[in-house]
């Protein structure tokens, strides 16, 4: 029983990771890239609508396939939404606090819309990256047992780190982040750069949103996210910007909402669910509180993080 | 007729205008194969938005350049390379969190592998018998090795034309001797330099030929070797050249501003830590601190102005008065007033009217403040007062600090300590970035208010700008504060030694500066 | 031809007036057009949402009512924005501000009206303070950034609201829904204007537009707080302190979120229940926003937002959009007067092929 447990536990938190873990990789190379993009809910309630959407759609016609092209959709939708922020961001030179809010609050908004007449409906999950006999015994259920998003989000992680630290493409990216005046005086595209940036950390958002529409609950309800994208932020805080740290904290934070789950199930807590359902912002502050007084010089931040970059005055 | 080869640059017409300024009006240039070639004016006189253009960040509104004789399009600073343009920025364009390679590797567009680029490293520090270590992170690095990145950078290009934006800003009087070496060593083999600079001394020692500019037009070419610095000075400023008047004798009263043993640890990773600075000003003297750029200086001001608190109450001491635990405002009160190096956003804030700005530090003491609230009509009276005694060029105390030009802002903030009467003032850079005109204003207006018996300590990096203002001088270095010297009696070569000779090896550099505060040459 | 921004010497006050207006506006014309591709009635439900609520009669108090918590909030939101920092949990201060006065308000049943009220605004007030308060200490003792903590804080706050009025709190009589008993008469805001139910939030609202008129306008804490956002090493050098502004404006924020929290559930709800958070701390983000965080412009702002809340509800049961239509339009609004923020500061040009220009000049 003990071990059948353990291994559901694990199951569960490698499922309940996977949606932060994707979001979260595509923030950290936003933020590498000197933007903070505070959307990312929103972002992913656009990925989650459209992935549902699109897999529902395309059922009919294209049977095992249509989640694959569900995917692909809600990846398209995120980084089309990230767009406006960042036409807004990098080319007006809003304010990119207010902005990220704002694709927040609209995201929110227009998935409800757009999610409405959805509500209700069912598809089939979106699990089994492997044939199933792989995943029979326990060992085989951790290793093979997920949906193909799974294995996804931890490729992405995994070349996000190489990207970054290997390639001449991540030192780029890196250095506009460190100092976009520099960069731009070399005669390096800036903005050019934070668009695929914003457009990178927008798609897997969005792919990162359906893994709440098309495995956890294979259906669309409105703001089904609850809140996963600001944790998402706190992670790419919790990580130093670096991509391993970011692996390690992401199952931190998963960890901490099974215990919700399983608090909620059994009902073996003393403590009241609430308890548990407020645990992982509990915990998200306090490790914020952790990282950041270990950085007070703010130093392991991307020394342009926020700042607005008007190339031409 | 002997036919002479096509100049390496050469500029025809071209210009260039910003909103509300023309910065450069048709402007012609020629720069010969293997020649240093100066560009000679104030500030704001249009160096900067030329080489600019030359380099491919800024395109031009009108004109041609031409490059080896042929017509030139320098989209962008990569087609500028392309060229063999190379060029070495007055504000560095490195990255501080990175190392010296990964700096060298984002300033090349050939894809090297890690060896190569290691090599060629290498080849071009040899070349040129330049130090650096390329796994260093850059933030650690002092100003002059910093730069030598943005040399190296260049020369890995082995540049046809190479620009340097004002180099020697930052240096120590030995370090501009070896900079210069390097340079004349690459116009023998043939590279062109362009020398951006308004130090006149170095332009006589270095340049072959002077272009000249004043208000964004070309004013005059000369020899540099033939010209006196006087005559190149007059046509850069298009005036005669005024003296400040100093009083023969200068009478010093008692001790107003003091330091005992100030030490405080650094505000930032990046920043320099205070360690055991003893000074002291007395009424009616100007008290002059030299030193490179990031040794100290903004941290001395703001243990001074009260930004930073002293461990000790004793600390900062004025008129015989421990003020090192008072704050700003307490401070200001009691008469101690500070101007900070930067103008926008720290002196002043640029999005403000000078009526706000004057507000800023002048509310209590100059009382416009009643029941928590400002009085507009008494804070738009002392801006217009300003404005007007410091004859500062704006349309009214309504105008946007960051409207006016740095000489006029400068002016405006400096009339707006001291006619707030100040014990004693605090000035960092006061001329930098400023026409001569407003310099020699600003000058005046500091030697007036020692007259008056007030004590000023002014921070700069131009010593010849301390030599002639300054009463007594000493030289900041990694946060140590050597002794005092009278002006007059100190060598240039023994204040450059204080400065730091020749940076690159810190620890050295400590022996030496203390050795230094052991035996006063 | 391409377009290009030149900066302008000084921002422009006619844009500055004219941006939000527009962005009002256009918000509107994108809408009807949105609705009509959606297969709505795109210019009815527009006239639905945002002119039904001002002319049908008894709508406009209604407008009134939901723009009292909005300014209240929004007046408070607008000094930490001067100073750029960002409380965007104001709804979780909201939230906690009213159940601390309503904790006050089980705790005295029997107090009369002259003891309970302002004991339960003054909770309130704490309240939110309180919630607020978290945020600030974490941001200047362990410099946190506020936008995550006080975001955080809204979910925190959520849960507290749900185990206290599904626990604790419970209403015996409430048929087991997850609700708090209701306040007694003596724990009730009387309607201040006969014959309406203008709400003596609105009041408040327009007295407290006023003070922050002052404050923003001539006193020595608002230039503070604005030299604190727009250059704060300007305001350490002009003496003043950054996390005093830190600990100021989230305080008066939070503080302010309470007593809406609290002014809310004590005059409209009687209670307060699952529905009891709607929104308006998120909306208030906006209203500030778009009220150029000016207290005036805020007053107005909170007006028009509160008519796309009713105006939503019209459109709703008359033309049948969504719910979420009016998240949209605020949303929607937002980013327009983000995007027309640059007109201020700059000037759109059309520039005639000016590169091209500089490099092929012909030769001479």
Same mark, same amino acid.
């Given at each position: 029983m003990t071990l059948e447990f353990l291994i559901d536990a694990l199951v569960t938190v490698i499922g309940v990771t996977t949606p932060i873990l994707l979001a979260a990789t595509g923030e950290l190379v936003v933020e590498k890239s000197g933007v903070l993009n505070l959307g990312v809910e929103g972002m992913m309630l656009i990925g989650a609508v459209t992935g549902f959407a699109v897999t529902l759609t395309c059922g009919d016609s294209l049977g095992d396939f249509a989640p694959w092209f569900g995917v692909i959709a809600a990846g398209v939708a995120g980084a089309a939404s990230s767009m406006l922020f960042a036409v807004l961001v990098l080319t007006l030179g809003s304010n990119q606090v207010a902005t990220g809010l704002a694709l927040a609050i609209f995201g929110i908004g227009l998935s409800s819309l757009v999610g409405a007449s959805y509500v209700g409906m069912v598809i089939a999950p979106f699990n089994q990256a492997f044939p199933a006999w792989l995943a029979e015994d326990p060992i085989g259920r951790v290793a093979f047992g997920h949906s193909p998003l799974v294995y996804f989000a931890l490729i992405m992680v995994i070349a996000a780190g190489w990207f970054l630290n290997r390639t001449r493409a991540g030192l780029i990216l890196r250095a506009v982040g460190e100092n976009d005046i520099s960069a731009h005086s070399i005669g390096y595209p800036v903005l050019a750069i934070r668009y695929a940036a914003i457009a990178f950390g927008g798609a897997m958002a969005g792919i990162g949103g359906s893994y709440f529409s098309m495995v956890i609950t294979p259906m669309w309800a409105e703001q089904m996210t609850a809140g996963r994208g600001w944790i998402? &932020?706190?992670?790419?805080?919790?990580?130093?910007?670096?991509?391993?740290?970011? &692996?390690? !904290?992401?199952?931190?934070? !998963?960890?901490?909402?099974?215990?919700? &789950?399983?608090?909620?199930?059994? !009902?073996?807590?003393?403590?009241?669910?609430?308890?548990?359902?407020?645990?992982?912002?509990?915990?998200?502050?306090?490790? &914020?509180?952790?990282?950041?007084?270990?950085?007070?010089?703010?130093?392991?931040?991307?020394a342009c993080l926020g700042r607005p970059f008007m190339p031409n005055s | 007729m002997k036919v002479e080869a096509p100049p390496r640059l050469e500029l025809v017409g071209v210009s260039k205008s910003f909103p509300g300024v023309r910065a450069n009006d048709a402007i012609n240039l020629k720069v010969r194969s293997g020649e240093i070639h100066a560009l000679l004016g104030e500030n704001g006189a249009g160096k900067s938005t030329l080489v600019k253009m030359i380099y491919g960040i800024l395109a031009p509104d009108e004109g041609q350049i031409l490059f080896d004789g042929a017509l030139a399009r320098i989209s962008n600073p990569r087609a500028a390379r392309r060229l063999g343009i190379g060029m070495v920025f007055q504000h560095f364009s490195l990255f501080e969190a990175m190392t010296v390679l990964e700096n060298i590797a984002l300033g090349l567009d050939a894809r090297l592998s890690q060896r190569e680029l290691l090599a060629e490293f290498h080849r071009v520090l040899d070349a040129y018998h330049l130090k650096l270590d390329p796994r260093r992170i850059v933030s650690t690095l002092s100003v002059g090795e910093r730069q030598r990145i943005e040399i190296v950078r260049a020369l890995l290009l082995d540049p046809r034309l190479l620009i340097m934006d004002e180099p020697t800003s930052v240096l120590t009087p030995q370090e501009v001797e070896q900079l210069f070496e390097t340079l004349r060593r690459l116009s023998a083999g043939g590279c062109s330099i362009l020398y951006i600079s308004h130090k006149l001394h170095e332009i006589v020692a270095l340049c072959d030929t002077a272009t000249i500019l004043r208000g964004g037009k070309v004013v005059g070419t000369a020899d540099p070797r033939r010209e006196t610095s006087r005559s190149m000075a007059e046509?850069?400023?298009?005036?005669?050249? =005024?003296?400040?008047? =100093?009083?023969?004798?200068?009478?010093?009263g008692p001790p107003k501003l003091e330091t005992q043993n100030l030490s405080l640890p650094k505000p930032t990773e990046f920043g320099v830590s205070l360690k055991d600075v003893t000074l002291c000003v007395r009424a009616g003297e100007i008290f002059g601190v030299a030193g490179v750029a990031g040794n100290g200086q903004n941290e001395l001001l703001s243990a001074l102005s009260g930004e930073t608190l002293a461990p000790g109450a004793e600390a900062v001491i004025l008129s015989g008065e421990p003020v090192g635990r008072l704050r700003v405002t307490e401070r200001r009160n009691l008469g101690l007033c500070a101007v900070p190096e930067e103008r926008h956003g720290h002196a002043a804030v640029s999005e403000f009217s000078l009526t706000d700005n004057a507000s800023l530090t002048g509310r209590d003491r100059m009382a416009f403040v009643s029941f928590g609230l400002i009085d507009p009509g008494k804070a738009t009276t002392y801006a217009s007062e300003v404005i007007g005694a410091f004859t500062v060029k704006a349309t009214g105390p309504g105008a946007l600090a960051g409207s006016l030009s740095g000489g006029n802002l400068q002016k405006f903030i400096m009339g707006r300590e001291i006619m707030q009467h100040p014990e004693a003032l605090v000035v960092c850079q006061p001329t930098w970035g400023v026409d001569a005109g407003a310099a020699s204003a600003i000058h005046q207006a500091i030697v007036d208010l020692s007259a008056r018996g007030s004590a000023v300590l002014v921070v700069s990096q131009d010593l010849d700008e301390l030599l002639t203002l300054c009463d007594t001088i000493a030289v900041i270095n990694l946060g140590r504060l050597s002794k005092t010297m009278k002006v007059g009696e100190a060598s240039i070569e023994e204040i450059g030694l204080l400065m730091g000779g020749v940076h690159g090896d810190p620890s050295a550099t400590i022996e030496l500066t203390e050795q230094l505060h052991a035996h006063p040459v | 031809m391409r377009i290009r921004f030149e900066k302008r010497l000084a921002p422009s006050r006619f844009m500055l007036v004219a941006t939000p207006v527009a962005s009002v506006v256009l918000t509107m014309l994108l809408g009807a057009i949105i609705f009509q591709l959606l297969g709505f009635d795109g210019p009815d439900a527009i006239w639905q949402t945002f002119v039904t609520p001002i002319v049908a009669p008894y709508k406009w108090q209604d407008v009134l009512t939901k723009a009292?918590?909005?300014?209240?909030?929004? $007046?408070?939101?607008?000094?930490?924005?001067?100073?750029?920092?960002?409380?965007?949990?104001?709804?979780?201060?909201?939230?906690?501000?009213?159940?601390?006065?309503?904790?006050?308000?089980? %705790?005295?049943?029997?107090?009369?009206?002259?003891?309970?009220?302002?004991?339960?605004?003054?909770?309130?007030?704490?309240?939110?303070?309180?919630?607020?308060?978290?945020? %600030?200490?974490?941001?200047?003792?362990? *410099?946190?950034?506020?936008?995550?903590?006080?975001?955080? $804080?809204?979910?925190?706050?959520?849960? +507290?609201?749900?185990?206290?009025?599904?626990?604790?709190?419970?209403?015996?009589?409430?048929?087991?829904?997850?609700?708090?008993?209701?306040?007694?008469?003596?724990?009730?805001?009387? *309607?201040?204007?006969?014959?309406? +139910?203008?709400?003596?939030?609105? $009041? +408040?609202?327009?007295?407290?537009?006023?003070?922050?008129? @002052?404050?923003?306008?001539?006193? +020595?804490?608002?230039?503070?707080?604005?030299?604190?956002?727009?250059?704060?090493?300007?305001?350490?050098?002009?003496?003043?302190?950054? #996390?005093?502004? @830190?600990?100021?404006?989230?305080?008066?924020?939070?503080?302010?979120?309470?007593?809406?929290?609290?002014?809310?559930?004590? #005059?409209?709800?009687?209670?307060?229940?699952?529905?009891?958070? #709607?929104?308006?701390?998120?909306?208030?983000?906006?209203?500030?926003?778009l009220g150029r965080l000016h207290p005036l412009g805020v007053f107005l702002a909170g007006l028009i937002l509160a008519v796309t809340y009713v105006g939503g509800q019209v459109a709703q049961t008359v033309v049948h959009v969504p719910e979420a239509t009016a998240g949209i339009f605020q949303a929607t609004m937002l980013f327009f007067i983000l995007a027309s923020d640059i007109l201020v500061r700059y000037r759109l040009r059309l520039v005639r092929g000016a590169r091209r220009a500089a490099a092929a000049g012909a030769p001479a």
């Amino acid at each position: 029983m003990t071990l059948e447990f353990l291994i559901d536990a694990l199951v569960t938190v490698i499922g309940v990771t996977t949606p932060i873990l994707l979001a979260a990789t595509g923030e950290l190379v936003v933020e590498k890239s000197g933007v903070l993009n505070l959307g990312v809910e929103g972002m992913m309630l656009i990925g989650a609508v459209t992935g549902f959407a699109v897999t529902l759609t395309c059922g009919d016609s294209l049977g095992d396939f249509a989640p694959w092209f569900g995917v692909i959709a809600a990846g398209v939708a995120g980084a089309a939404s990230s767009m406006l922020f960042a036409v807004l961001v990098l080319t007006l030179g809003s304010n990119q606090v207010a902005t990220g809010l704002a694709l927040a609050i609209f995201g929110i908004g227009l998935s409800s819309l757009v999610g409405a007449s959805y509500v209700g409906m069912v598809i089939a999950p979106f699990n089994q990256a492997f044939p199933a006999w792989l995943a029979e015994d326990p060992i085989g259920r951790v290793a093979f047992g997920h949906s193909p998003l799974v294995y996804f989000a931890l490729i992405m992680v995994i070349a996000a780190g190489w990207f970054l630290n290997r390639t001449r493409a991540g030192l780029i990216l890196r250095a506009v982040g460190e100092n976009d005046i520099s960069a731009h005086s070399i005669g390096y595209p800036v903005l050019a750069i934070r668009y695929a940036a914003i457009a990178f950390g927008g798609a897997m958002a969005g792919i990162g949103g359906s893994y709440f529409s098309m495995v956890i609950t294979p259906m669309w309800a409105e703001q089904m996210t609850a809140g996963r994208g600001w944790i998402a &932020l706190a992670l790419v805080v919790f990580s130093s910007w670096r991509p391993g740290r970011l &692996l390690v !904290g992401a199952y931190f934070f !998963g960890i901490l909402m099974t215990l919700e &789950l399983y608090a909620k199930a059994s !009902g073996f807590s003393c403590l009241p669910s609430q308890f548990w359902a407020a645990m992982p912002y509990i915990m998200a502050v306090a490790v &914020l509180a952790v990282m950041s007084a270990r950085d007070v010089a703010g130093s392991e931040a991307p020394a342009c993080l926020g700042r607005p970059f008007m190339p031409n005055s | 007729m002997k036919v002479e080869a096509p100049p390496r640059l050469e500029l025809v017409g071209v210009s260039k205008s910003f909103p509300g300024v023309r910065a450069n009006d048709a402007i012609n240039l020629k720069v010969r194969s293997g020649e240093i070639h100066a560009l000679l004016g104030e500030n704001g006189a249009g160096k900067s938005t030329l080489v600019k253009m030359i380099y491919g960040i800024l395109a031009p509104d009108e004109g041609q350049i031409l490059f080896d004789g042929a017509l030139a399009r320098i989209s962008n600073p990569r087609a500028a390379r392309r060229l063999g343009i190379g060029m070495v920025f007055q504000h560095f364009s490195l990255f501080e969190a990175m190392t010296v390679l990964e700096n060298i590797a984002l300033g090349l567009d050939a894809r090297l592998s890690q060896r190569e680029l290691l090599a060629e490293f290498h080849r071009v520090l040899d070349a040129y018998h330049l130090k650096l270590d390329p796994r260093r992170i850059v933030s650690t690095l002092s100003v002059g090795e910093r730069q030598r990145i943005e040399i190296v950078r260049a020369l890995l290009l082995d540049p046809r034309l190479l620009i340097m934006d004002e180099p020697t800003s930052v240096l120590t009087p030995q370090e501009v001797e070896q900079l210069f070496e390097t340079l004349r060593r690459l116009s023998a083999g043939g590279c062109s330099i362009l020398y951006i600079s308004h130090k006149l001394h170095e332009i006589v020692a270095l340049c072959d030929t002077a272009t000249i500019l004043r208000g964004g037009k070309v004013v005059g070419t000369a020899d540099p070797r033939r010209e006196t610095s006087r005559s190149m000075a007059e046509m850069m400023i298009g005036a005669n050249l =005024k003296e400040i008047t =100093k009083p023969a004798e200068r009478i010093f009263g008692p001790p107003k501003l003091e330091t005992q043993n100030l030490s405080l640890p650094k505000p930032t990773e990046f920043g320099v830590s205070l360690k055991d600075v003893t000074l002291c000003v007395r009424a009616g003297e100007i008290f002059g601190v030299a030193g490179v750029a990031g040794n100290g200086q903004n941290e001395l001001l703001s243990a001074l102005s009260g930004e930073t608190l002293a461990p000790g109450a004793e600390a900062v001491i004025l008129s015989g008065e421990p003020v090192g635990r008072l704050r700003v405002t307490e401070r200001r009160n009691l008469g101690l007033c500070a101007v900070p190096e930067e103008r926008h956003g720290h002196a002043a804030v640029s999005e403000f009217s000078l009526t706000d700005n004057a507000s800023l530090t002048g509310r209590d003491r100059m009382a416009f403040v009643s029941f928590g609230l400002i009085d507009p009509g008494k804070a738009t009276t002392y801006a217009s007062e300003v404005i007007g005694a410091f004859t500062v060029k704006a349309t009214g105390p309504g105008a946007l600090a960051g409207s006016l030009s740095g000489g006029n802002l400068q002016k405006f903030i400096m009339g707006r300590e001291i006619m707030q009467h100040p014990e004693a003032l605090v000035v960092c850079q006061p001329t930098w970035g400023v026409d001569a005109g407003a310099a020699s204003a600003i000058h005046q207006a500091i030697v007036d208010l020692s007259a008056r018996g007030s004590a000023v300590l002014v921070v700069s990096q131009d010593l010849d700008e301390l030599l002639t203002l300054c009463d007594t001088i000493a030289v900041i270095n990694l946060g140590r504060l050597s002794k005092t010297m009278k002006v007059g009696e100190a060598s240039i070569e023994e204040i450059g030694l204080l400065m730091g000779g020749v940076h690159g090896d810190p620890s050295a550099t400590i022996e030496l500066t203390e050795q230094l505060h052991a035996h006063p040459v | 031809m391409r377009i290009r921004f030149e900066k302008r010497l000084a921002p422009s006050r006619f844009m500055l007036v004219a941006t939000p207006v527009a962005s009002v506006v256009l918000t509107m014309l994108l809408g009807a057009i949105i609705f009509q591709l959606l297969g709505f009635d795109g210019p009815d439900a527009i006239w639905q949402t945002f002119v039904t609520p001002i002319v049908a009669p008894y709508k406009w108090q209604d407008v009134l009512t939901k723009a009292a918590p909005l300014i209240i909030i929004a $007046l408070g939101l607008l000094l930490g924005n001067q100073a750029k920092i960002w409380n965007i949990g104001a709804e979780g201060q909201y939230v906690i501000g009213a159940l601390t006065g309503a904790g006050l308000a089980f %705790a005295m049943p029997g107090a009369p009206a002259f003891v309970a009220i302002p004991v339960m605004i003054a909770g309130g007030i704490f309240g939110g303070m309180v919630w607020a308060g978290m945020p %600030a200490v974490l941001r200047t003792r362990f *410099h946190v950034s506020e936008v995550l903590s006080t975001l955080m $804080l809204v979910y925190v706050a959520m849960q +507290v609201l749900n185990y206290l009025i599904g626990g604790p709190w419970k209403d015996p009589n409430g048929h087991n829904f997850p609700q708090t008993p209701p306040f007694t008469a003596a724990q009730t805001l009387p *309607h201040v204007i006969p014959g309406t +139910v203008i709400p003596p939030g609105f $009041l +408040v609202a327009i007295a407290l537009t006023l003070v922050f008129w @002052v404050l923003t306008a001539r006193s +020595v804490y608002g230039f503070s707080v604005r030299t604190v956002g727009v250059a704060p090493s300007a305001a350490r050098y002009g003496g003043f302190d950054a #996390s005093r502004t @830190v600990w100021s404006t989230l305080m008066i924020s939070g503080g302010m979120a309470g007593l809406a929290g609290i002014l809310e559930s004590m #005059s409209q709800l009687g209670q307060i229940n699952l529905g009891f958070p #709607s929104g308006y701390g998120f909306t208030a983000i906006i209203v500030s926003f778009l009220g150029r965080l000016h207290p005036l412009g805020v007053f107005l702002a909170g007006l028009i937002l509160a008519v796309t809340y009713v105006g939503g509800q019209v459109a709703q049961t008359v033309v049948h959009v969504p719910e979420a239509t009016a998240g949209i339009f605020q949303a929607t609004m937002l980013f327009f007067i983000l995007a027309s923020d640059i007109l201020v500061r700059y000037r759109l040009r059309l520039v005639r092929g000016a590169r091209r220009a500089a490099a092929a000049g012909a030769p001479a």
